[in-house]
């Protein structure tokens, strides 16, 4: 999952710097059918099946659908508002997976897990200031993607253990490539990609198809509500990224927001 995070945290500033030249519908569009294509080439030599009749499952569905939302919402969320803020409310994921752990998976959470998730939600609060003339609205469409993010891993862990890893990769690209067609519409004309642009392309490709790799095997690999309360790791690599590549800043609030956020995700961790 750490691994993971690292790689996200990588997709997500090389995004962030794609969708300030391009519109996002493209950026979308781009990495999902190169990464679609890439996984697709795969298939053959490591004679792997893409379609399978487990995929009708309401899971797989889910699954899918619940990546195209996240995607689209999320690569919105980190152009509006920044990098560093968009990743920071994110981190309520694990807070919510560990409250769709106890109502899908039956896992057990105690009076003292749920006062930690609450203080986890106080920390998303502080970070988007919905009282004060500092809020974004934009911050809704984080939060939007953050529970899509949860929907995505809880409905992993319910996807058939024989459904390859690099089957479930592939239809996580083809997810990217609908929500980019989907928003086509309200974004501006596609632009010829700078020469440049083609390497940071292949790296967000490279770097997100890892990604849900190890994502796929670090969610199947343990408890749902253990494991995914790592990805509090992708925080401060996102933090790290955004003051130094966006120059983006991290007020008092926003910091205190993020180190409960940490705390929360470190103690769920520990207590399941």
């Known amino acids: 999952m750490i691994m993971a995070m690292a790689c996200f945290a990588c997709r997500d500033a090389i995004n962030k710097y794609l969708a300030?030249?391009?519109?996002?519908?493209?950026v979308l569009v781009s990495v999902g059918c190169i990464g679609a294509l890439v996984f697709f080439i795969l298939s053959f030599p490591l004679k792997v099946s893409l379609i399978d009749s487990k995929m009708k499952s309401t899971a797989f569905i889910?699954?899918?659908l619940s990546e195209l939302v996240s995607s689209v919402f999320f690569l919105l969320s980190i152009v509006f508002i920044s990098?560093?803020?968009a990743s920071a409310v994110a981190q309520a994921t694990p807070i919510l997976v560990a409250i769709g752990g106890s109502v899908f998976f039956k896992e057990r959470v105690t009076i003292v897990n749920w006062t930690f998730i609450l203080l986890g939600f106080i920390g998303v609060?502080?970070?988007i200031k919905p009282v004060n003339g500092d809020f974004n609205p934009y911050f809704l469409v984080a939060i939007i993607s953050v529970i899509f993010l949860a929907l995505k891993d809880l409905t992993t862990r319910s996807i058939s253990n024989t459904l390859p890893?690099?089957?479930v990769c592939y239809w996580s690209f083809l997810a990217l490539l609908f929500g980019?067609?989907?928003c086509i519409p309200f974004f501006e004309s596609f632009v010829p990609f700078p020469e440049i642009d083609h390497i940071f392309l292949t790296l967000t490709v490279i770097s997100s198809g890892l990604g849900n790799l190890l994502l796929i095997l670090a969610t199947r690999g343990g408890k749902v509500s253990i494991v995914s309360s790592f990805r509090y790791t992708r925080l401060p690599m996102a933090l790290l990224i955004g003051i130094v590549l966006?120059?983006?800043s991290i007020d008092f609030e926003m910091l205190i927001g993020c180190i409960l956020?940490?705390?929360v995700g470190i103690v769920l961790g520990k207590k399941q």
Not at 20 to 26: E, K
């Open 165 to 167: 890893a690099l089957s």
């Open 20 to 26: 300030l030249s391009i519109p996002v519908s493209q």
């Open 62 to 64: 889910l699954r899918f």
């Open 246 to 248: 966006f120059n983006e």
């Open 180 to 182: 980019g067609l989907i």
């Open 83 to 85: 990098l560093s803020s």
């Open 261 to 263: 956020i940490i705390i």
């Open 125 to 127: 609060l502080l970070i």
